[in-house]
């Protein structure tokens, strides 16, 4: 395992982790990007778990099993695909943030592949 294979990793987890625990607490960030996109608070809560389970994976995956690890970051991908589309839905083109949270799992996918690959 490279050492940018691991920071990258590691960074993707933990900045969905802390976007987790925001979800699950009840952080006021959250609810009023939920109220922004018009995405109904109650999906605030499961889509905090989506983003804690990624990255749980993710890091099951560096250490344990790295197929997990890829499925993680697939996961991941998807889910910002998702946001991407709440956003462009409202108009919303203020898609800094948004790229930080979807390349990085975009680019651990690719090292992970790149790392665990048998071609």
């Given at each position: 395992?490279?050492?940018?294979?691991?920071?990258?990793?590691?960074?993707?987890?933990?900045?969905?982790?802390?976007?987790?625990?925001?979800?699950?607490?009840?952080?006021?960030?959250?609810?009023r990007q939920a109220d922004?996109?018009?995405?109904?608070?109650?999906?605030?809560?499961?889509?905090?778990?989506?983003?804690?389970?990624?990255?749980?994976?993710?890091?099951?995956?560096?250490?344990?099993l790295p197929a997990v690890?890829?499925?993680?970051?697939?996961?991941?991908?998807?889910?910002?695909?998702?946001?991407?589309?709440?956003?462009?839905?409202?108009?919303?083109?203020?898609?800094?943030?948004?790229?930080?949270?979807?390349?990085?799992?975009?680019?651990?996918?690719?090292?992970?592949?790149?790392?665990?690959?048998?071609?």
């Open positions: 395992m490279s050492t940018v294979h691991l920071v990258v990793v590691l960074l993707t987890s933990a900045l969905n982790g802390s976007a987790a625990v925001a979800n699950l607490t009840g952080h006021d960030l959250p609810r922004k996109l018009r995405v109904p608070r109650s999906w605030i809560r499961p889509l905090g778990a989506v983003l804690a389970t990624g990255s749980l994976g993710l890091l099951t995956g560096l250490f344990v690890g890829m499925l993680a970051a697939g996961g991941l991908v998807l889910y910002f695909l998702g946001a991407l589309v709440a956003h462009l839905r409202v108009g919303d083109h203020r898609l800094g943030p948004w790229a930080v949270f979807f390349c990085l799992p975009v680019t651990a996918l690719a090292l992970n592949l790149a790392h665990h690959s048998p071609w």
